[in-house]
């Protein structure tokens, strides 16, 4: 029998022509290397493009091995779009203080002071604490300094008063408790700080601002109505020693009590003695205000 007709390599025809029809993914045509002979394509493309182009094969072939498909692991390059907008910055009170002023540090070392020292001093703040017996009579001190208390005393001895100098005094000691009233009132409204925790609401007769603590009501009351007693009033000395100690011990009772903190009482003892000053530069007479002791004579 005649051999069957082989190609000049020695191999069958049939052998070349079916290697030549397989696939270009068969191992024939390195197809199982699978990203190394997409590579080879994309590098001989860019070749091709190169010199279409007229540009370096040179510089091609560097642009061709640092492609995404080249490098593995990389990721290819979003198209630029917008810039996006910077994050918002915070408030200034939500910023954190990295660098805080002597100052600030000063005003919570105090605070921090005067909330330890308040209830340390908060002995008679229910009947369980160690001074709890000691509480009815500083309750009774309260009731001595509080506002209604000396309003209603004033009004009645001036109803009782038939001196010209009698009401002359008590009508501007009047206009102090008046004046008081209303500068604590608008002050704590304005500061809102609260009443210590230990403190319980059994007060004498309290207002809507009353459960604010800053400044003690019931201390610029004693520091301005003592000032004003040991002003106008002649006394002996025992006497004048007695409104000073009642008034440093009602301020004390208002933290004993745990109505108030150590700040409010002394910031209260301020206030109430600037407080005369405005009483005394402001001092009603019958030649200044005729009309309020017209007023009250024809009373």
């Given at each position: 029998m005649a051999s069957p007709r082989r190609s000049v390599e020695g191999r069958?025809?049939?052998?070349?022509?079916?290697?030549?029809?397989?696939?270009?993914?068969?191992?024939?045509?390195?197809?199982?290397?699978?990203?190394?002979?997409?590579?080879?394509?994309?590098?001989?493309?860019?070749?091709?493009?190169?010199?279409?182009?007229?540009?370096?094969?040179?510089?091609?072939?560097?642009?061709?091995s640092e492609s995404p498909v080249h490098r593995r692991g990389s990721f290819p390059l979003t198209a630029a779009g917008p810039s996006q907008a910077p994050?918002?910055?915070?408030?200034?009170?939500?910023?954190?203080?990295?660098?805080?002023?002597?100052?600030?540090?000063?005003?919570?070392?105090?605070?921090?002071?005067?909330?330890?020292?308040s209830k340390k001093l908060g002995v008679c703040a229910g009947e369980s604490s160690s001074w709890g017996s000691v509480r009815p009579l500083m309750k009774l001190l309260e009731i001595s300094g509080h506002g209604i208390t000396w309003l209603l005393g004033t009004l009645y001895c001036l109803y009782r008063s038939d001196s010209w100098a009698g009401r002359e005094v008590?009508?501007?000691?009047?206009?102090?408790?008046?004046?008081?009233?209303?500068?604590v009132a608008l002050i704590k409204g304005l500061v809102r700080r609260r009443r210590p925790a230990h403190n319980q609401m059994d007060m004498f007769v309290t207002l809507s601002v009353d459960k604010y603590s800053f400044p003690s009501g019931h201390a610029t009351r004693a520091s301005l109505?003592?000032?004003?007693?040991?002003?106008?009033?002649?006394?002996?000395?025992p006497l004048r020693v007695l409104v000073i100690l009642?008034?440093?011990?009602?301020?004390?009772?208002?933290?004993?009590?745990?109505?108030?903190?150590?700040?409010?009482?002394?910031?209260?003892?301020?206030?109430?003695?600037?407080?005369?000053?405005?009483?005394?530069?402001?001092?009603?007479?019958?030649?200044?205000?005729p009309v309020l002791f017209i007023l009250w004579n024809q009373q």
């Open positions: 069958p025809l049939g052998a070349s022509a079916s290697s030549n029809s397989s696939s270009p993914g068969s191992p024939a045509h390195g197809g199982g290397g699978g990203g190394g002979s997409g590579s080879g394509r994309f590098e001989f493309q860019s070749l091709l493009s190169s010199r279409a182009a007229g540009v370096d094969p040179t510089c091609a072939r560097l642009r061709a994050p918002p910055t915070l408030p200034e009170e939500d910023r954190m203080d990295l660098n805080p002023s002597f100052l600030g540090i000063a005003l919570r070392s105090l605070l921090a002071i005067d909330l330890w020292l008590l009508m501007n000691l009047l206009f102090a408790l008046l004046l008081d009233l209303l500068v109505v003592s000032r004003f007693i040991l002003k106008h009033l002649v006394l002996a000395i009642w008034a440093f011990i009602l301020g004390l009772s208002r933290v004993m009590l745990g109505r108030h903190n150590v700040t409010d009482v002394a910031f209260g003892f301020f206030l109430g003695y600037m407080q005369y000053s405005i009483v005394d530069y402001c001092w009603l007479s019958p030649h200044n205000a």
